[in-house]
């Protein structure tokens, strides 16, 4: 499997998606880049926050899926579902995964987020889409603190990864802006 790297992503706008009943993980990756899914989980409290999380917890209960672009168009009207801007703990793979892969990706975003001392919140967004001539999944936990610095190191600044120490940029992410 290619190797992931957990991203510390400040997304500075929500994007919106029209709420559609999908069933995660089942076929979900778009064939071009004018479509993309959401799916947003709720995980189990205590299993959310361990270094040694149980694989059967994971992904959660799903508490929303949506769709973006295709035939809704970019603006989505009613049943609007949202991946709000904040600060999240990233990783992506660049092909299609099934759903056991996904758990296992899922886990090793939670252990290395943990392991960096981010505070996560117990909800994990999962986008897939197509960008670049692959599918691409995207998981995102929420970092405790919302829209603003998190305080890790105690002043006011979230810890870099060693690709921000770097200068890299981060993946692009459809949606926000620089």
Not at 51 to 61: K, M, N
């Given at each position: 499997?290619?190797?992931?790297?957990?991203?510390?992503?400040h997304l500075r706008?929500?994007?919106?998606?029209?709420?559609?009943?999908?069933?995660?993980?089942?076929?979900?990756?778009p064939?071009?880049?004018?479509?993309?899914?959401?799916?947003?989980?709720?995980?189990?409290?205590?299993?959310?926050?361990?270094?040694?999380p149980?694989?059967?917890?994971?992904?959660?209960?799903?508490?929303f899926?949506?769709?973006?672009?295709?035939?809704?168009g970019?603006?989505?009207?009613?049943g609007?579902?949202?991946?709000?801007k904040?600060?999240?703990?990233?990783?992506?793979?660049?092909?299609?995964?099934?759903g056991?892969?996904?758990?296992?990706?899922?886990?090793?975003?939670?252990?290395?987020?943990?392991?960096?001392?981010?505070?996560?919140?117990?909800?994990?967004?999962?986008?897939?889409?197509f960008?670049?001539?692959?599918?691409?999944?995207?998981?995102l936990?929420?970092?405790?603190?919302?829209?603003t610095?998190?305080?890790?190191?105690?002043?006011?600044?979230?810890?870099l990864?060693?690709a921000?120490?770097?200068?890299l940029?981060?993946?692009?992410?459809?949606?926000s802006?620089?």
């Amino acid at each position: 499997m290619e190797e992931s790297s957990l991203i510390y992503l400040h997304l500075r706008n929500d994007i919106d998606y029209t709420e559609t009943p999908l069933v995660p993980f089942d076929n979900v990756f778009p064939a071009d880049e004018t479509v993309e899914f959401i799916f947003c989980f709720e995980l189990d409290s205590e299993q959310a926050t361990r270094i040694d999380p149980d694989p059967s917890a994971f992904p959660g209960r799903l508490v929303f899926s949506g769709k973006r672009g295709g035939e809704d168009g970019e603006r989505p009207a009613n049943g609007k579902v949202r991946l709000p801007k904040g600060d999240y703990a990233f990783m992506q793979k660049r092909r299609e995964l099934d759903g056991t892969e996904c758990v296992n990706l899922a886990i090793e975003l939670q252990k290395d987020a943990l392991w960096e001392r981010f505070s996560l919140e117990n909800l994990m967004y999962a986008r897939c889409l197509f960008e670049d001539g692959s599918s691409v999944i995207q998981l995102l936990r929420p970092c405790l603190g919302g829209d603003t610095e998190i305080n890790f190191d105690g002043g006011g600044h979230a810890p870099l990864t060693p690709a921000q120490q770097a200068g890299l940029p981060l993946p692009p992410i459809r949606g926000s802006t620089p």
